[in-house]
């Protein structure tokens, strides 16, 4: 859906209105900010068994789970397809991911929505932005 010409850009969506919060300040390389290191230094440290990074991911999964909640619940599409940097992360926060969108998605049918990751990895924007410009 374009909408006029530049539907479709669910991270500006406001999601705290009174702190003028929106979705990349969740479910973003944003949200690392506060721990005050880069997202592949908290995954690194994660993936090493860290508790409090590993939270830090949950937490993450858990934002994402709401926005998924959210798009299916306006959209119903058929899957949810994540890329960028971070969906390198995805083992660490899928899990809270799909907990938190079930029990937000009010579709029964919905609920097992499919949140797959994108083959493209990191470069996955950068394609699509490339093909948007060629429309």
Not at 14 to 33: G, T, Y
Not at 53 to 64: C, D, I, V, Y
Not at 82 to 111: C, H, N, W
Request: proline fraction near 4%.
């Amino acid at each position: 859906y374009l909408g006029q010409g530049s539907a479709g850009e669910v991270g500006h969506e406001i999601l705290d209105l009174p702190n003028r919060k929106e979705v990349e300040d969740f479910v973003s390389a944003k949200f690392f900010q506060k721990f005050q290191s880069n997202p592949n230094t908290l995954r690194q440290q994660a993936e090493a068994g860290d508790a409090f990074t590993r939270s830090a991911f949950r937490e993450f999964g858990k934002n994402l789970g709401i926005e998924i909640a959210n798009l299916v619940n306006l959209l119903d599409p058929e899957a949810i397809i994540l890329g960028g940097g971070i969906a390198g992360a995805y083992d660490l926060f899928i899990e809270s991911t799909r907990e938190t969108a079930a029990e937000l998605i009010v579709i029964p049918e919905s609920k097992d929505i499919k949140i797959i990751n994108s083959a493209l990895g990191p470069a996955g924007g950068a394609i699509g932005a490339a093909l948007l410009a060629e429309l």
